[in-house]
């Protein structure tokens, strides 16, 4: 039987907290980090990877491969300084993607 899981990938002070969740922390301090550590992850049964937004801008290209894929899901969440809007950007994209209409703000594509 094939166990999924859950993983959130960041700086050390954003993702701790997770742990408290039942998901696996992976701290990483470099983008390169990071970008290995989504294809192993991708490789080992996680669906969803939890990223900070801040990590995630560094990374573009690893984040974009696995958007064409079923997954990993790749959901990018705000590091421990806040917002930079970019997780927000790309759920309103997948929506859009999903209805063919921007349901969550209203415009039109």
Do not use: W
């Not at 969740?21 to 669906?47: C, D, M, W």
């Not at 974009?64 to 917002?83: E, K, M, V």
């Amino acid at each position: 039987m094939c166990m999924y899981k859950m993983g959130v990938i960041g700086d050390k002070d954003s993702i701790l907290g997770f742990k408290a969740l039942g998901l696996s922390v992976f701290p990483v301090t470099q983008p390169e980090q990071a970008a290995r550590l989504i294809h192993k992850l991708a490789k080992e049964n996680y669906v969803i990877l939890f990223v900070t937004e801040s990590l995630a801008q560094d990374i573009k290209e690893t984040i974009d491969r696995y958007g064409s894929q079923p997954f990993p899901i790749i959901t990018l969440i705000p590091n421990n300084a806040g917002s930079m809007g970019l997780g927000m950007e790309g759920i309103k994209s997948n929506v859009e993607k999903a209805v063919g209409v921007d349901i969550l703000f209203g415009e039109r594509g």
